[in-house]
């Protein structure tokens, strides 16, 4: 009966619909907000999946897909059984940001650098005329990172991103891009990687690839930007 209390706020919490672009990365970095936040206690139940669906406005399987996640990363226990559930864990991960030594306003700079040269690359290199040769590099990389282990994705994930930054006919904004993507790469590393977060990342790609070999710069951009605002939500969820 104690607990009944904190559950108004924790609810509260988790009330923000999510953005359903998306979807999964978001409603993780709620998830892990509300957990961050104290809302709730070591050992106290999550909310049941089909009322985080609900005030999420997100798929059960979105939820599901979610707190298997969180399960894997620690954070989250399931139980079986008449009072089984979802429960906080006793002893949370230690916050993976600490030990680099940035602040949030550090990390949203980061990410608000890496959307205006990548978001500009991509509409820039929808906006050429591409060899064949650029076009093919595109597609090649695109489909290295379909097919990455888990040990290759980042790099590899890199090598797709700097082709984008290529293929926009500036020489001078690759180590720009390259660089960027380093210092990001760095906060990656301190993140589980996520299999539904990977196979949503390559539907993202394979969109990005398509709307830059279709000449559409507005598109290109677009699909970038939904590609890294996904990778901003489990950074700021994890790391914050």
Known sequence: MDAEPDRAPASDALLRPVRLGNAFEETVERLLSTIRLGLLRPGESLPPERELAVRLGVSRDTVRDAIKSLAEAGYVVARRGRYGGTFLAERLPAPTGGGLGVTRAEIDDLLRLREILEVGAARMAAGRTLTTEERDELWSRAADVRGAA????????????????????????????????????????????????????????????????AGDPERAAAAMLAHLAGSAALLHGFLD
């Not at 082709?163 to 720009?176: D, N, T």
């Not at 990656?188 to 830059?212: C, F, G, K, T």
């Open 150 to 213: 888990a040990e290759d994705y980042r790099r590899l994930d890199s090598r797709l991103h700097l082709a984008i930054a290529e293929a926009a006919g500036s020489p001078s904004l690759v180590p720009l891009v390259a660089e960027n993507r380093m210092r990001v790469n760095a906060l990656l590393d301190r993140i589980p990687l996520l299999a539904r977060n990977i196979v949503h990342s390559d539907d993202q790609h394979q969109a990005i690839v398509a709307a830059i070999l």
